[in-house]
């Protein structure tokens, strides 16, 4: 089987999950950057995993812009969904219910929350000021979550 894996990130935690994720599986693999590929012939794949990370209650713009341009085909495979960032609790299941399609989410195998990072040294003035006020972190914080992402992998996998 041949599972594909397309993520989008803004500092690099949805990618570094997306590629710790793709090596949780046997067969072909392929992983795919939306920021850099949304040209994808999902004919090819039996598997689909979907994610990102969320920044202010939102995924990135060309994680929804994959799945509104495919979701008829994406609804005939079998699929997996991830977001990434620091929520937790009612604010997470809201955030993933605002961010995939009802129809999806209803079809996926397997929906996870992989954590997330602030990683202060690829963030803007701007950015950093948000995080220390709102968040109440000054510093770089990794709370990547990597038994929800071999859970999603084996749950997709069965």
Do not use: W
Not at 6 to 20: D, F, N, P, R, T
Not at 33 to 62: H, M, P
Not at 83 to 94: A, P, V
């Amino acid at each position: 089987m041949n599972t594909l894996i397309v993520y989008a990130s803004k500092y690099g935690c949805a990618e570094k999950c997306a590629m710790e994720l793709s090596k949780e599986f046997d067969g072909n693999v392929e992983t795919v950057n939306l920021k850099e590929n949304q040209r994808i012939d999902l004919d090819k794949f039996d598997k689909v995993i979907i994610g990102g990370s969320v920044y202010i209650g939102k995924i990135q713009k060309e994680v929804t812009d994959f799945i509104n341009k495919n979701l008829k085909e994406l609804l005939e495979k079998k699929i997996g969904l991830f977001i990434c960032g620091m929520q937790e609790g009612n604010e997470l299941e809201k955030e993933i219910a605002d961010n995939f399609p009802a129809d999806l989410l209803n079809r996926a195998k397997s929906v996870k929350h992989f954590g997330g990072a602030f990683d202060f040294k690829k963030m803007n003035f701007m950015e950093k000021a948000i995080v220390k006020k709102i968040v109440k972190v000054s510093s770089d914080k990794s709370d990547i979550k990597h038994e929800n992402i071999k859970q999603l992998a084996i749950e997709m996998q069965k």
